[in-house]
């Protein structure tokens, strides 16, 4: 089985790096709380398509997100897998990307993942519980992540993005661990890491807005 490449998603970064500063303004605050090295996990809101990319382009080490199998179509299909992203079908169990995605953090790398699972307000809301499973599993540190600012101005040209040159924010929260520190991997304590988790989201989600003021 083929295993995401580290240096495809070294070349993500680079390309996400060139289209989001070309196009916008991202202002990156707290980079440094992501780990230089080894395994860890970024727990992103998802409010637009772009968030994801914007990451890419802002973190301080190749991120290997998990992305909605819907997206791998045609070239882009081809294109996401040579750059070590994820295809994950979120209607089951998809045990091949959770493989892979354990394999990332097994092989000291960085997973990328929108708890919430969907686009939406971005708020932390509502966590499924993938974020849990794979933070307990790995003993992977949690960085939460707010991107604020992708949703306020449309561009003229194209609405669904952002306007051209237009100020992005990407905020970096501390490491936690998810897990009590006992490995478990019950339903329950599974359930009690999901809760911890979406306390140290919404509570870095607060301190971003206040942070950036929005």
Same mark, same amino acid.
């Given at each position: 089985m083929t295993q995401p490449s580290a240096k495809g998603a070294a070349v993500g970064r680079r390309i996400g790096i060139g289209l989001m500063y070309g196009f916008w303004k991202p202002r990156v605050l707290?980079?440094?709380?992501?780990?230089?090295?080894?395994?860890?996990?970024?727990? *992103?809101?998802h409010a637009h398509n772009i968030d994801g990319p914007m990451l890419?382009?802002?973190?301080?080490?190749?991120?290997?997100?998990?992305?909605?199998? #819907?997206?791998? *179509?045609?070239? =882009?299909?081809?294109?996401? !897998?040579?750059? @070590?992203?994820?295809?994950? %079908?979120? #209607?089951?169990? %998809?045990?091949?990307?959770?493989? %892979?995605?354990? @394999? *990332?953090? #097994?092989? @000291?790398?960085v997973l990328g993942i929108f708890p #919430?699972?969907?686009?939406? !307000?971005g708020d932390f809301a509502s966590l499924r519980a993938g974020l849990a499973y794979f933070a307990v599993r790995s003993g992977a540190p949690i960085v939460p992540v707010a991107v604020l600012g992708s949703t306020e101005r449309p561009g003229r040209l194209v609405k669904g993005l952002p306007a051209l040159r237009s100020r992005v924010d990407v905020v970096f929260g501390d490491a936690f661990e998810a897990g009590d520190g006992s490995g478990r991997r019950t339903?329950?304590? =599974?359930?009690e890491a999901t809760l911890r988790i979406q306390e140290h989201l919404t509570d870095h989600l607060k301190n971003a807005r206040r942070l950036t003021g929005r």
């Open positions: 707290g980079a440094w709380r992501v780990p230089a090295s080894g395994p860890v996990i970024l727990a *992103v809101n890419m382009g802002t973190a301080p080490r190749p991120v290997h997100f998990l992305i909605k199998k #819907e997206a791998f *179509v045609g070239p =882009l299909g081809g294109f996401l !897998e040579g750059i @070590g992203q994820l295809k994950v %079908d979120r #209607e089951s169990t %998809d045990r091949k990307a959770i493989g %892979d995605a354990l @394999g *990332v953090l #097994e092989r @000291g790398g #919430e699972g969907t686009r939406g !307000e339903r329950k304590a =599974l359930d």
